[in-house]
């Protein structure tokens, strides 16, 4: 089932970064919520972040819970449900829709623009170029899905911006699976004995950076982080893509003019299993904030 949109009003006002509205300005666009979607948890790391860094920005999320993981899949089937998660976002009356999921940035983000009137954002462009600011050496690791690996979108942005730059990929398949399950803290066995395979070529190929090219991978940050080391620099698409959001907002004067917005969280499976592992992603409780619906519907 599909809720009806909020209608983005709110209770209070503030000036928005201490600079006048434009002159004639629209202010129910300024109002809209910002959709973003993932296959299921992993995009609340790019909510964390929106919610940080725009506190008066009313959220829509959906995560595909039903169907996770997207990155064993086929292009065509990874872009079938991309569309359908844009179908169900865009029955709310938003001004932008963020790509929280590496996968379908990597596949379908050109498609989805192209076929949307409103803006489509995705986190891997603005990661790609974080890394290519952020490494010395210029020995980059790149981890993520297997469909986005294989998409070289990754490598194509990242040399674009340091063209000496040397990447050392490797998808993790194991990882969303896991992390989706609530196994991703230190002490964990499987967790870290799985990081410990999938990373020691690329920390012995003596990369000073490592771009986490999935947004459920900022949850392991902690044991990647350990096993990496301290000269390694991690790079969160996710914080990456929400950053990205806020200057594009900024730049067209669609910022919200309210002082707290809103959180609305929408799923393709068990709403309690979603609650109690979102609010370990997001450091605070959403419990009865979240609603299934049927994504095949759209």
Same mark, same amino acid.
């Given at each position: ?7 983005? +009003?709110?209770e209070r006002g503030v000036e928005r970064q201490g600079r006048p509205r434009a002159v004639g300005k629209d202010r129910n666009m300024?109002?809209?919520? #910002?959709? @973003? ?9 790019? @909510? ?12 829509? $999320? ?10 064993? +899949? ?24 963020? #790509? ?56 194509? $942005? ?29 002490g964990d066995v499987v967790i870290e004995t799985i990081v410990r395979e999938y990373l020691s070529p690329i920390r012995d190929a ?17 044991? #990647? ?50 609650? +109690? ?17 049927? #994504?095949g519907q759209f």
């Amino acid at each position: 089932m599909s809720a009806v949109p909020p209608d983005g +009003r709110a209770e209070r006002g503030v000036e928005r970064q201490g600079r006048p509205r434009a002159v004639g300005k629209d202010r129910n666009m300024d109002q809209k919520p #910002i959709g @973003v979607f993932d296959s299921g948890l992993g995009g609340l790391t790019t @909510v964390r972040e929106l919610i940080r860094l725009l506190p008066g920005e009313d959220i829509v $999320y959906f995560g595909d819970t039903g169907r996770v993981p997207y990155g064993s +899949r086929s292009k065509e089937t990874i872009r079938k449900y991309a569309r359908q998660d844009v179908a169900f976002l865009r029955t709310f009356d938003l001004k932008a829709i963020v #790509i929280a999921c590496g996968t379908v940035s990597t596949t379908a983000l050109d498609l989805l623009a192209r076929e949307n009137p409103i803006p489509i954002l995705g986190v891997v462009e603005p990661a790609a170029r974080a890394a290519a600011q952020a490494t010395r050496n210029h020995r980059i690791g790149l981890i993520g899905t297997q469909a986005t690996i294989r998409s070289g979108a990754y490598e194509r $942005y990242i040399t674009s911006a340091l063209p000496e730059a040397q990447i050392f990929a490797r998808p993790c398949p194991l990882f969303v699976p896991l992390v989706e399950n609530g196994r991703f803290h230190r002490g964990d066995v499987v967790i870290e004995t799985i990081v410990r395979e999938y990373l020691s070529p690329i920390r012995d190929a003596g990369v000073d950076t490592l771009v986490l090219g999935c947004t459920h991978y900022p949850l392991l940050e902690e044991v #990647i982080g350990d096993f990496m080391g301290p000269d390694v620099q991690l790079i969160n698409a996710g914080a990456e893509g929400a950053r990205e959001v806020v200057e594009k907002l900024r730049l067209s004067d669609a910022l919200a003019d309210r002082a707290e917005g809103t959180r609305r969280y929408f799923v393709s499976d068990r709403v309690e299993d979603f609650s +109690r592992l979102a609010s370990i992603f997001l450091r605070q409780d959403v419990t009865g904030d979240v609603t299934q619906v049927d #994504i095949g519907q759209f």
